[in-house]
């Protein structure tokens, strides 16, 4: 299967910075990349999904502004959170789907403290 | 609304048990995957079904799609404590951007 890379792999950030997360596909050219976060015991729930070179389609309670995702490349997306608070402390993970397969493949998440 | 619905949320067996994890919908996948997700780590892959009624082994874990591609489970033989992580069900959906939706996930811990 495709191999995903995300860094960091953890981050700790004073409230009011910035974060940028780095989430590369390392086997084939993804064309769709998925952006998730996850709370304790919890699911994943997608935030937002990315094309390379097109404006990612950010699902409804995220905030675009604050979530800026970025897919410069076919294997690299970006997902930057914007003046973090201690409510945006979360497990990140991204993931990535290579056109004409029916599945994706995960990285293996970024964990997010603000403090 | 959670579109497929996972149950049980949490299972806690002894080893050498049987379990079995559910996904249900009321709508069609073009495909349904299921992963295990350890703490502080990505879900990882365990198989993807896309036929109607398919059956999928994995040694001791045997994954079924329904036949209306709505329904989903997974049965595990013989658990062993290395079989403990959560368990997440992901349905391809057919339109909205390829993406997939995922169950609210099954806690399964295995004590020796």
């Known amino acids: 299967g495709a191999v995903v890379s995300q860094h960091p792999s953890w981050v700790i950030c004073k409230s009011g910075t910035s974060v940028k997360i780095e989430c590369r596909s390392l086997?084939?050219?993804?064309?769709?990349m998925f952006w998730y976060r996850q709370f304790p015991k919890q699911s994943l729930m997608l935030m937002a999904t990315?094309?390379?070179?097109?404006?990612?389609?950010?699902e409804q309670g995220v905030e675009k502004d604050k979530f800026l995702i970025n897919h410069a490349s076919l294997t690299l997306s970006t997902l930057t959170v914007t003046s973090a608070h201690p409510e945006d402390s979360s497990f990140y993970i991204c993931?990535?789907?290579?056109?004409?397969?029916?599945?994706?493949?995960f990285g293996p998440g970024t964990r997010l403290t603000v403090l | 609304t959670q579109l497929l619905e996972q149950s049980p949320q949490f299972l806690s067996i002894q080893e050498g048990e049987n379990l079995t994890v559910y996904c249900n919908s009321s709508?069609?996948?073009?495909?349904l995957q299921w992963y295990r997700q350890e703490p502080g780590e990505g879900p990882v892959l365990l198989v993807t079904?896309?036929?109607?009624?398919e059956v999928k082994k994995l040694k001791r874990l045997t994954f079924q799609f329904g036949d209306a591609r709505k329904d989903s489970s997974l049965h595990i033989t013989a658990a062993q404590p290395g079989d403990t992580g959560l368990y997440l069900c992901?349905?391809?959906?057919?339109?909205?951007?390829?993406?997939?939706?995922f169950g609210a996930g099954t806690q399964v811990v295995v004590t020796p």
């Open positions: 079904v896309v036929t109607g009624g």
């Open positions: 990315s094309n390379e070179g097109s404006k990612a389609t950010y």
């Open positions: 993931s990535e789907r290579t056109s004409g397969r029916d599945t994706q493949y």
């Open positions: 992901a349905g391809a959906l057919t339109d909205s951007w390829g993406k997939f939706q």
């Open positions: 709508s069609v996948f073009s495909s």
């Open positions: 086997d084939f050219q993804a064309t769709t």
